[in-house]
């Protein structure tokens, strides 16, 4: 067995102590959890295992590593196996970045179909190209039935201009918000929506304007009815001939 010296400083080995290399000392540092796999890659045949793997070692020093071996076999005339040449890599970096981007994802994915907001993802013309799975929550939609259709679709003909306008606003600025405005739910009610916009066009991943929305119908109607109370309230004051006075609960007057 031939080993090289990138060999030994990947697997943290003193060279002066572990020459000659032996199969026993590359088993004991091989993670438990992969040893059987990598047991079964050696003995597999040529034509049903996968020449590349991808393992754990827990070093000496009890760092652990991550290993991608490529191996290639080498035959005599009759066909008979008579080396292996096999060339490791130390993929730790690599794997640390993969499973961060993952668990990054697994949290984006887990806030975006259990938060309060519906985040979505429109393109320039305003197709949806993704929707968070809790507008079905709240707005009463499955995922597939907005997917490719444009949002404007269903805003009301009412605030349709000003939102379409603030569409093609939003594609020369970083953020803005946009609403409230009224969107078909669903089941066929207007409910309102407040959102805020955030322009990643240029983001090769993105490549859309990214839509947090909220619905904001009960706070809206209760808004309006108390401007509308309100209008009601100065009208009869202004046009009463009586002397109206407001008196507060302490007998002070308002």
């Known amino acids: 067995v031939y080993v090289s010296d990138s060999f030994y400083d990947i697997f943290g080995l003193d060279k002066k102590q572990h020459t000659p290399f032996t199969t026993r000392t590359f088993w004991k540092l091989i993670h438990p959890e992969d040893l059987r796999r990598v047991r079964e890659s050696l003995y597999q045949p040529e034509d049903t295992y996968c020449p590349t793997l991808e393992y754990r070692i827990i070093r000496p020093d009890g760092k652990l590593?991550?290993?991608?071996?490529?191996?290639?076999?080498?035959?005599?005339?009759?066909?008979?196996?008579?080396?292996?040449?096999?060339?490791?890599?130390?993929?730790?970096?690599?794997?640390?970045?993969?499973?961060?981007?993952?668990?990054?994802?697994?949290?984006?994915?887990?806030?975006?179909?259990?938060?309060?907001?519906?985040?979505?993802?429109?393109?320039k013309e305003g197709i949806y190209t993704f929707i968070s799975h809790n507008v079905e929550t709240h707005l009463k939609y499955s995922e597939s039935e907005l997917l490719g259709?444009?949002?404007?679709?269903?805003?009301?003909?009412?605030?349709?201009?000003?939102?379409?306008?603030?569409?093609?606003?939003?594609?020369?600025?970083?953020?803005?918000?946009?609403?409230?405005?009224?969107?078909?739910?669903?089941?066929?009610?207007?409910?309102?929506?407040?959102?805020?916009?955030?322009?990643h066009l240029n983001n090769s991943i993105i490549n859309g304007l990214v839509i947090n929305s909220k619905d904001v119908t009960e706070k809206k109607l209760k808004s309006d009815a108390l401007i509308l109370s309100d209008q009601r309230f100065k009208a009869l004051v202004q046009n009463s001939s009586d002397i109206i006075v407001i008196i507060s609960a302490k007998a002070k007057f308002l």
């Open 65 to 123: 590593v991550y290993i991608s071996r490529m191996r290639e076999v080498y035959r005599d005339a009759a066909g008979n196996p008579v080396k292996i040449i096999g060339i490791i890599h130390d993929i730790t970096d690599r794997k640390i970045g993969e499973l961060a981007l993952q668990q990054s994802e697994e949290r984006f994915r887990y806030l975006v179909q259990n938060g309060n907001d519906i985040i979505g993802i429109i393109d």
């Open 149 to 199: 259709r444009n949002a404007l679709e269903f805003i009301h003909p009412e605030d349709l201009p000003w939102v379409a306008e603030a569409l093609q606003q939003i594609q020369t600025k970083k953020i803005m918000t946009v609403g409230p405005f009224r969107f078909r739910n669903g089941a066929g009610d207007w409910r309102w929506i407040s959102s805020v916009v955030s322009n």
